[in-house]
C-alpha cells in the first residue's frame, strides 16, 4: 500500500512540476498535463520492455499533447524504423528537422532514410544542410551524390535508348 501510495504522490508531484514550468499562456490545461504524462510514463515502460508496438500508439498519444516536440518526432522515427516503416520514419524525422532546423542529426536521418528509399536527390539535400550545420556528413553526402549522378545517368540512358528505338522503328517502318 505504501508503495503505491508513494507512487501517486510522486506522479503528482511530478505533474505539478511540469505545470509550474509551462509559459504562461500556454494552452494545455491540467488534464492534458496529467495525460501527456502519463502517456511518457508508459511509453518509457513499453520502450525499455522492447513492446514496439504499444510504444508506437503511446508516441502518437503523446504527440497529440506535444505536436512541437523534435525530440519525440525524433524518436518515434527510430522507432518506426526500427519496426521496418521507413516511409513513417521519414515522415517524422521531416517532422523533426521542420520543427528544429538547426539539428544537423535530424538532417542526417532524413538522408539516411532516403538513401534506404533511393531517393538519392532528397537525400543530398539533407546531407547537405546536416553538414552546412556542422555536423560530421560529409562521407555520406558524398556516396547520396555519387548515387544521386548514377541515378541521372541511368536516366539519361534509358532516354537515349527510348529515342534510338524509336529512331529504329520509324526507319523499320519507312523501309516497308
Given at each position: 500500500?505504501c ?10 508531484a ?8 509551462m ?50 518526432h ?46 538519392y ?7 547537405s ?39 529504329n ?6 523501309d516497308?
Amino acid at each position: 500500500m505504501c508503495k503505491g501510495r508513494s507512487l501517486v504522490v510522486s506522479l503528482l508531484a511530478a505533474t505539478a512540476a511540469i505545470i509550474t514550468q509551462m509559459p504562461a499562456g500556454f494552452a494545455l490545461d491540467e488534464m492534458d498535463v496529467r495525460k501527456a504524462f502519463i502517456h511518457e510514463t508508459l511509453l518509457k515502460c513499453y520502450l525499455a520492455k522492447r513492446m514496439l508496438p504499444e510504444a508506437q500508439r503511446e508516441y502518437q498519444a503523446v504527440l497529440k499533447y506535444k505536436p512541437n516536440d523534435a525530440r519525440m518526432h525524433f524518436d518515434y522515427g527510430n522507432c518506426m524504423l526500427t519496426m521496418q516503416n521507413k516511409a513513417g520514419a521519414l515522415g517524422q524525422f521531416k517532422d523533426a528537422a521542420r520543427i528544429q532546423p538547426g539539428i544537423p542529426e535530424y538532417w542526417a536521418a532524413v538522408g539516411t532514410v532516403s538513401m534506404m528509399l533511393k531517393n538519392y536527390e532528397q537525400a543530398v539535400s539533407a546531407y547537405s544542410r546536416a553538414v552546412s550545420l556542422g555536423g560530421n556528413y560529409q562521407k555520406e553526402l558524398q556516396a547520396a551524390q555519387v548515387y544521386l549522378m548514377r541515378q541521372r545517368q541511368i536516366q539519361e540512358e534509358k532516354k537515349q535508348l527510348q529515342l534510338q528505338n524509336e529512331q529504329n522503328k520509324k526507319i523499320k517502318d519507312d523501309d516497308d
